[in-house]
């Protein structure tokens, strides 16, 4: 959830749950009507899809928008949480392919987007009502890019990153790197998830530990 109001957890990303696909499938089959609602990302975590990303061509990766603020127009305002999380997750996935999508090595310094990247790592702070990962996620994003990639880090940055990570992880957040949830489409497309999950195999993510 973003915020709890009169004790009532809010979450704008509701429809992304598996709670959510479960009872949109309940209430199809109730009313007779063939259609299946799922999504082959749900089960895998958001730094995974970024790990996920850095396997496509160039121009697929330049090709990639995720900006709320400028979708129509195909281009990143590098200056809003949604942007600041996508470097994150990407940066922390492989610099170069975030390179590439933001034609920049250390767009993860961009001004714009450091009150939204405290934001993402202070548990103090309102999560952004954007479509933005957990805390852990980000945190482990942030504890990736420290230990493997500090060289794109400029002073600023970097001691917000150490200010909300320690250089020991947990077991658990480094299962975010691998865990997968239950797939709950239709058995013709298991062979995909499988061979998402056959890319997430944590002996192909020991360069990330």
């Not at 922390?92 to 790592?121: H, M, Q, T």
């Not at 658990?172 to 497309?189: C, I, M, V």
Request: one cysteine or more; hydrophobic letters at 40%.
């Amino acid at each position: 959830g973003n915020i709890v109001i009169d004790g009532f957890s809010v979450n704008h990303q509701y429809s992304k749950s598996v709670d959510f696909e479960i009872s949109i499938q309940n209430l199809l089959k109730s009313f007779d009507v063939p259609v299946t609602y799922f999504s082959l990302l749900r089960p895998i975590h958001e730094l995974q899809i970024a790990i996920l990303a850095t396997s496509l061509n160039d121009r697929q990766l330049r090709a990639i928008v995720s900006c709320n603020h400028g979708t129509k127009t195909g281009i990143w305002c590098l200056n809003c949480a949604k942007c600041a999380f996508v470097v994150l997750v990407m940066s922390a996935a492989d610099p170069e392919a975030a390179a590439k999508i933001w034609n920049k090595k250390d767009v993860i310094n961009e001004p714009g987007l450091y009150r939204y990247l405290a934001e993402l790592l202070d548990e103090s702070l309102q999560k952004p009502l954007e479509c933005v990962g957990t805390l852990e996620e980000c945190r482990l994003a942030a504890y990736i890019i420290l230990n493997k990639h500090s060289d794109i880090l400029n002073e600023k940055t970097k001691k917000l990153f150490e200010m909300y990570t320690s250089k020991k992880i947990s077991h658990s957040s480094l299962k975010l790197l691998s865990a997968t949830e239950k797939f709950y489409g239709p058995t013709e497309y298991f062979g995909i998830v499988g061979s998402i999950k056959d890319k997430l195999d944590p002996a192909k993510l020991t360069r990330y530990l």
